[in-house]
T-cell receptor, first 116, second 112 residues
Framework: GAVVSQHPSRVICKSGTSVKIECRSL??????MFWYRQFPKQSLMLMAT?????????EQGVEKDKFLINHASLTLSTLTVTSAHPEDSSFYIC????????????FGSGTRLTVV | GQQLNQSPQSMFIQEGEDVSMNCTSS?????WLWYKQEPGEGPVLLIA?????ELTSNGRLTAQFGITRKDSFLNISASIPSDVGIYFC????????????FGEGTQLTVNP
């Protein structure tokens, strides 16, 4: 149980375009999902907390207008990188956890974004 | 966000050896999680710890939640080549809601 699916796994886009990444909880409902960014050989850095039915909470230094998050249902959160630039190239990973104790946080398989 | 102090940064060991890595912080955590990440993949949960002093095993892996609630360690016994990867600790504070803080990772290389 507790499977998180992330799509796409890889995407290449041109500078100035927008890219949408989906994160789905397949066998549980998640009122909260998390979006991370990871640069090569570095740890995961939390970008934002996605809350179902309300606005996302962004970490300090993360541009809200750049990284749009929508959590319209209990099983889907999306991250849209708007007007992408090469410096936005990174590995983006989402995570979610079922409600209640006894569960760790399950991560998606990540999305490798390359902006050319 | 703030990161945990994880050590060592990297380890190069022979197959069959035991491995130990740890995470420390100046803050108190109420949950400790240990993950393994392979190239191009998301982290996979290995062990979750919820109580101070808790010692939990998952096959050849054993992890403990430090009694002070400021540290945790992960041991891998009798390492095998497929143990290669990056191991991350992550902690959750009482004051941070559901947000996790991650360690910098330990890159493990196992030579056959």
């Amino acid at each position: 149980g507790a499977v998180v699916s992330q799509h796409p796994s890889r995407v290449i886009c041109k500078s100035g375009t927008s890219v949408k990444i989906e994160c789905r909880s397949l066998d549980f409902q998640a009122t909260t999902m998390f979006w991370y960014r990871q640069f090569p050989k570095q740890s995961l850095m939390l970008m934002a907390t996605s809350n179902e039915g309300s606005k996302a909470t962004y970490e300090q230094g993360v541009e809200k207008d750049k990284f749009l998050i929508n959590h319209a249902s209990l099983t889907l959160s999306t991250l849209t990188v708007t007007s992408a630039h090469p410096e936005d190239s990174s590995f983006y990973i989402c995570s979610a956890t079922p409600q209640g104790a006894g569960y760790g946080y399950t991560f998606g398989s990540g999305t490798r974004l390359t902006v050319v | 966000g703030q990161q945990l102090n994880q050590s060592p940064q990297s380890m190069f060991i022979q197959e069959g050896e035991d491995v130990s890595m740890n995470c420390t912080s100046s803050s108190i955590f109420n949950t400790w999680l240990w993950y393994k990440q392979e190239p191009g993949e998301g982290p996979v949960l290995l062990i979750a710890l919820y109580k101070a002093g808790e010692l939990t095993s998952n096959g050849r892996l054993t992890a403990q939640f430090g009694i002070t609630r400021k540290d945790s360690f992960l041991n891998i016994s009798a390492s095998i080549p497929s143990d290669v990867g990056i191991y991350f600790c992550a902690g959750k504070k009482e004051t941070s809601g559901s947000r996790l803080t991650f360690g910098e990772g330990t890159q493990l290389t196992v030579n056959p």
